[in-house]
């Protein structure tokens, strides 16, 4: 059975967007629900700027006071040298992401840099992670389609994933931001990804605006991609993507993937109760399909 790798973002990508900000306590009872999932690696925070991020201002804070099981893999996003500098007095994180736009619109939009600029800021942060001692991976958004320019060119995505891949970040994922991408798209970009770098690890990133996640999902398996971002619930979005709605919820990734015959280690009913307590810390219902299977009077027919 082939393993493929859950990386679950609902701490830092699905918080960040929720419009109810969590107190630390109620992080911490998400954090260690999600831990105890059987999922190898989870995003539990960011060191982005806190006026930029309001909802995960209080990640020294978080961090100090949880409870990271042997193991597991902790990362955080680290933007910028100044969030480099954050990063390195925090113990439990073992992996740094770094994350930009395949679009020039959106990522002035978003971190208002030009790509040529992040992708400086991103050597950076590379080198103060290797000081550090800890690893690096680079997330690309807008891989697909950007809200503001249209579908991206294939191109483009390459050198990108090309300038990070030289810096020394050998994990690189590829976002749907929006939630446009097809089955045939993901095909089109994974083998472009494994033609152009053969030896990166590449992972996908996909939203599920469209309802089309979980087919993309099974794409990029096919292609051989063995890493999936998600979040539990399907919690968060994109503040800088109008229209985006929630990444795919981890669970329903988890029961799809394992239905045809791939292996996760993830645990469906610990992924599913977490799913339904982050539903309830943040105040609406999550757009999640398999949690709503474990709620309490679900048939289970």
């Known amino acids: 059975m082939d393993r493929v790798t859950l990386r679950e973002v609902g701490m830092r990508d699905g918080l960040q967007a929720e419009d109810r900000t969590l107190s630390t306590e109620e992080k911490l009872e998400l954090l260690a629900a999600v831990s105890r999932c059987g999922i190898e690696r989870l995003e539990v925070t960011s060191f982005v700027h806190p006026k930029a991020i309001p909802q995960l201002q209080d990640a020294e804070t978080l961090l100090l006071r949880a409870e990271k099981p042997a193991g597991q893999i ?179 990734l988890a029961w799809l993937l394992e239905a045809e015959g791939y292996e996760t280690g993830a645990d469906l009913a610990a992924l599913s109760a977490a799913a339904l307590l982050a539903e309830r810390l943040a105040g609406r219902r999550l757009p999640g399909s398999v949690m709503r299977t474990f709620e309490e009077g679900a048939c289970a027919s």
């Open 74 to 252: 902790w990362s955080a996003l680290v933007p910028n040298a100044r969030g480099a500098e954050r990063a390195a007095k925090a113990s439990l994180i073992d992996e740094w992401t770094f994350f930009l736009s395949a679009s020039e619109e959106h990522n002035q939009a978003n971190v208002r840099r030009s790509v040529a600029e992040s992708l400086a800021e991103a050597e950076a942060v590379a080198e103060a992670a290797r000081t550090a001692g800890r690893a690096i991976s680079g997330v690309v958004a807008t891989s697909f389609v950007c809200p503001y320019a249209g579908e991206t060119p294939v191109g483009d995505v390459v050198r990108v994933a090309r300038r990070l891949y030289g810096l020394g970040y050998r994990t690189l994922l590829f976002g749907d931001t929006i939630g446009a991408a097809s089955p045939h798209m993901v095909r089109r970009l994974v083998r472009a990804l494994q033609d152009a770098l053969p030896e990166a690890t590449l992972g996908l990133h996909f939203h599920n605006t469209r309802g089309q996640a979980p087919a993309n999902a099974l794409a990029g398996a096919a292609e051989g991609v063995r890493i999936f971002d998600g979040s539990v619930g399907g919690m968060g979005g994109c503040p800088y993507a109008p229209g985006a709605t929630g990444n795919v919820a981890t669970e329903d």
